[in-house]
């Protein structure tokens, strides 16, 4: 491939200034509106992401709150998870999906993933299973949904609940079914460089349980329905409602900015498939993904990875380190070989850059100098 010398030798793993040209209208005007009514805590356009978003998955509630690491605690506590108690989740996450379990006083039981997906591995579940397991959090990584139908025997066998980490899937989907939608309450969040981002922290909580999302405003209020009642200790949790604006504003973007994602997966696909030393996603049967991250797996990857960004290039690494080898849960006691899947990805994954308004030709540019790292020694 040919470039022009004119192409910039830069590209973001993530370009919000292109999606901050195309909303900066829009959103400067709502920030207006909540100026002029100061209405700063709460308000119609918090109501009105709520909606929103709850009809754009199909669930009958959608509670906004302050970040996702949040919205995974509290539809932990909502669900029942107590102190004490065993809450499965795959060892190839982000640790806020551990942290949320930690702050309860349950105790993160990591399990490893399967090899092709790096999503949670449902047979490893069944055997982690206990009588103290309480919930299992079906995490879904990289825009691609969990194989949550699957984790559903080991979870009726102990009575656990399936609690979902959505978000990496905004907009996916399970055989016709939104991520978000398919244990029984789900968190989400909308940090700004997810599918659907905010201007700063912001998540949410979804279910269709009318119990679940009453007790999750609950807590996310103080353990307050009614100012200076506090039937429980809560939290404070809300969702900003400048978030809500940004949020509001690209919601309507959403499905079409999901689409581009996918084209360009496309597009790194063409490139790549014959490629050998390089093993790319893949999207498993009944998924629809919406290519949150572009990861594949390569040796040498801290070598490649230097090169890349030494080319202007922002590839980045999803995640270098399992959970259980880092120093916050090195008291589980869980040493390197306990979970080898999760164990080799880390050493060999590398995200290339992806979003929706990246270009063919920037693609071909990470690709050329991909390639140029992958043959040097």
């Given at each position: 491939m040919t470039l022009s010398p004119t192409f910039p030798l830069t590209v973001p793993l993530v370009d919000l200034g292109a999606q901050q040209e195309e909303i900066v209208h829009e959103v400067e005007d709502g920030i207006r509106k909540v100026f002029a009514r100061t209405a700063f805590i709460g308000g119609t356009e918090v109501t009105e992401f709520e909606q929103a978003y709850a009809g754009f998955l199909g669930v009958r509630h959608c509670v906004g709150v302050a970040n996702g690491t949040d919205a995974v605690e509290l539809g932990l506590r909502a669900a029942g998870v107590r102190p004490g108690g065993e809450v499965i989740l795959p060892a190839n996450t982000f640790i806020a999906t551990a942290e949320a379990v930690s702050r309860i006083g349950a105790v993160p039981v990591?399990?490893?993933?399967?090899?092709?997906?790096l999503l949670i591995d449902p047979a490893?579940?069944?055997?982690?299973?206990?009588?103290?397991?309480?919930?299992?959090?079906?995490?879904?990584?990289?825009?691609?949904?969990?194989?949550?139908?699957?984790?559903?025997?080991?979870?009726?066998?102990?009575?656990?609940?399936?609690?979902?980490?959505?978000?990496?899937?905004?907009?996916?989907?399970?055989?016709?079914?939104?991520?978000?939608?398919?244990?029984?309450?789900?968190?989400?969040?909308?940090?700004?460089?997810?599918?659907?981002?905010a201007a700063g922290d912001a998540g949410a909580v979804l279910t269709d349980d009318d119990r679940i999302a009453a007790r999750v405003r609950l807590l996310g209020a103080h353990g307050s329905l009614v100012k200076y009642e506090h039937d429980e200790i809560g939290m404070n949790s809300r969702l900003d409602t400048i978030q809500a604006v940004v949020l509001n504003t690209k919601l309507r973007r959403l499905a079409a900015w999901n689409e581009r994602r996918r084209e360009a997966?496309?597009?790194?696909?063409a490139m790549l498939q014959d490629v050998p030393g390089i093993v790319l996603p893949c999207t498993a049967e009944g998924n629809v993904d919406v290519w949150h991250l572009y990861v594949v797996r390569v040796l040498e990857?801290?070598?490649?990875?230097?090169?890349?960004?030494?080319?202007?290039?922002?590839?980045?690494?999803?995640?270098?380190?399992?959970?259980h080898l880092s120093g916050a849960y090195r008291h589980l006691g869980l040493c390197r070989g306990a979970f080898p899947v999760a164990e080799e990805a880390a050493a060999t994954m590398l995200s290339l850059p992806i979003y929706p308004h990246i270009t063919a030709q920037q693609q071909e540019y990470v690709i050329e100098q991909l390639l140029s790292a992958m043959e040097r020694p």
């Open positions: 990591p399990v490893d993933v399967d090899p092709d997906y490893r579940v069944s055997e982690a299973i206990t009588a103290n397991t309480q919930a299992i959090v079906a995490v879904d990584l990289f825009g691609q949904t969990a194989f949550v139908e699957k984790l559903k025997p080991a979870a009726d066998r102990a009575g656990a609940v399936i609690v979902e980490d959505a978000a990496q899937a905004q907009g996916a989907s399970r055989n016709g079914r939104s991520a978000g939608t398919l244990g029984i309450v789900a968190g989400t969040s909308f940090y700004p460089g997810k599918n659907l981002g997966a496309a597009r790194y696909l990857r801290d070598r490649i990875l230097a090169a890349l960004n030494a080319a202007g290039i922002g590839a980045g690494i999803h995640y270098p380190v399992p959970m």
